[in-house]
């Protein structure tokens, strides 16, 4: 078994042991398949890692930014207790409509709410909007745009509020600071930018599982 193949099978192993398949789950995974959308949602696993991360910081409200199907919208938005709230931004229609669907079998319509568009733009509506501050934030959007991002949701924080960051390992070339990628670009640019803010304390871990080799960032706003 080649290195892939190995994390795959020790990732359905842990899925099998540890997070129990789930109708809502499911659906949403099927039904995003039938639609074509690109097979890149959070494992099993990862999903309910976000989920019990929520769950730590008693998160009552939460921020997604990257809805795809709704998959890890359907596992943090589980994770709120009664009142709590989830928004989560979509810049395809297409997308957003599938995920309400999704939210919607899942009995969470009332908790979580989808908002179409440039998850740029649609961070500077939430600060005019007041929306904030979230107790927890998921960014999984684009990549280049992940500073933008980053600054949409310091707006939106409190001390407390955590931050996670996924995809910025992109299978090692996160190391490449002679690259042309902009996804890559994007994400060091994230991380010299949480560096050097005075207001976080961060890190990131690599990851190796059934989407291969990329990692999470992590960050708590300290003031
Ligand atoms: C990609 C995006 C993701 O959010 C992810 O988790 C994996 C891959 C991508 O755009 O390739
Ligand atoms: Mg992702």
Redesign the pocket.
């Known amino acids: 078994m080649n290195e892939e193949a190995q994390w795959s099978a020790v990732d359905a192993y842990l899925c099998d042991t540890l997070v129990p398949s789930d109708t809502a789950l499911d659906a949403a995974l099927e039904a995003s398949a039938r639609a074509g959308l690109?097979n890149?949602?959070?494992s099993p696993n990862q999903g309910k890692l976000l989920h019990l991360l929520a769950r730590m910081q008693e998160a009552r409200t939460v921020l997604e930014i990257?809805t795809?199907g709704g998959y890890s919208t359907i596992w943090l938005a589980r994770a709120l207790p009664p009142g709590g709230s989830l928004t989560t931004l979509e810049i395809n229609p297409d997308y957003a409509r599938l995920a309400g669907e999704n939210i919607e079998r899942a009995g969470l319509a009332a908790t979580a709410t989808v908002r179409v568009g440039d998850a740029v733009h649609t961070l500077r509506r939430l600060a005019e909007e007041r929306a904030g501050p979230f107790d927890f934030v998921f960014i999984?959007?684009?990549?280049e745009y992940n500073p933008q991002y980053l600054e949409g949701v310091l707006a939106l924080s409190r001390p407390g509020t955590i931050i996670v960051c996924?995809?910025v390992i992109r299978g090692g070339r996160v190391t490449d600071s002679a690259t042309d990628d902009p996804?890559v670009q994007g994400v060091r640019r994230y991380f010299e930018l949480v560096a050097g803010n005075p207001r976080l304390s961060s890190t990131a871990i690599q990851t190796v599982g059934s989407?291969g080799w990329?990692g999470f960032a992590i960050s708590r706003v300290e003031r």
């Open positions: 690109p890149i949602n959070v990257g795809l999984d959007a684009k990549k996924d995809n996804d989407k990329d």
